[in-house]
């Protein structure tokens, strides 16, 4: 089973700054590597998959990078609503599909 | 746009049964059966995990160790179904259950809104 690692646990940052999120791998998963954004009593939203794309609707400050085993999620410039939970999870090793145990933005 | 709604979720007493289904809509140009599809689950202020996953024709499934052997996932193409048959239900089974498309290039692209278990005598 392939572990994913997420660093930081919380990351406080005002609005406006820019926000840098990090995943690592137990072993690679080359770009298989989709990062999700889940508010509080809301399901999670695909943000970015094959580690850079960002999905349908998402804005251009959500970007995505890496491959192998170390992945970052950036947030160019914080907005309101960018406040919440970030999970990446692998996919190319399944099953099981495993995901980061997620990192937390809050307003600093 | 694709759209998936869980139910079959409530209260039920450790030892107990419970099954969850999934309605897909908004597909027109495709059918349920080209979606693979996952259950996810996530503990109150927790992470999320991974439960099970069909294929299309659901000829292929997986479930994860947590619940290999209590828990069954099916589908219906016919009716755009996918279900979670849960068996011997345990507390630490407590958990928003969610339903997820899966593509091999995206990961798990749509989201259902999830719907709650409750373990608990």
């Known amino acids: 089973e392939i572990v994913m690692t997420q660093s930081p646990v919380t990351l406080s940052v005002s609005p406006g700054e820019r926000a840098t999120l990090s995943c690592r791998a137990s072993?690679?998963?080359?770009?298989?590597l989709a990062w999700y954004q889940q508010k509080p009593g809301q399901a999670p939203r695909l943000l970015i998959y094959?580690?850079?794309t960002r999905a349908a609707g998402i804005p251009a400050r959500f970007g995505g990078s890496g491959s192998g085993t170390e992945f970052t999620l950036s947030i160019s410039s914080l907005q309101s609503e960018d406040f919440a939970v970030y999970y990446c999870?692998?996919?190319?090793?399944?099953?099981?599909?495993?995901f980061g145990q997620g990192t937390r933005v809050e307003i600093k | 746009q694709v759209q998936l709604v869980e139910s079959g979720g409530g209260l039920v007493k450790p030892g107990g049964s419970l099954t969850l289904s999934c309605a897909a809509s908004?597909?027109?140009?495709?059918?349920?059966?080209?979606?693979?599809m996952s259950w996810m689950r996530q503990v109150p202020g927790k992470g999320l995990e991974w439960v099970a996953y069909?294929?299309?024709?659901?000829?292929?499934?997986y479930h994860a160790d947590s619940v290999k052997g209590r828990f069954t996932i099916s589908r219906d193409n016919a009716k755009n179904s996918l279900s979670l048959y849960m068996n011997s239900l345990r507390p630490e089974d407590t958990a928003v259950y969610y339903c997820?498309?899966?593509?091999?290039?995206?990961?798990?692209?749509?989201w259902g809104l999830g719907t709650t278990v409750t373990v608990s005598s």
């Open positions: 094959d580690a850079s």
């Open positions: 908004g597909f027109s140009g495709f059918s349920f059966s080209d979606f693979y």
């Open positions: 069909l294929s299309g024709s659901g000829g292929t499934k």
């Open positions: 997820a498309r899966f593509r091999f290039t995206h990961g798990m692209d749509v």
């Open positions: 072993q690679s998963v080359s770009t298989s």
């Open positions: 999870q692998q996919y190319n090793n399944w099953p099981p599909w495993t």
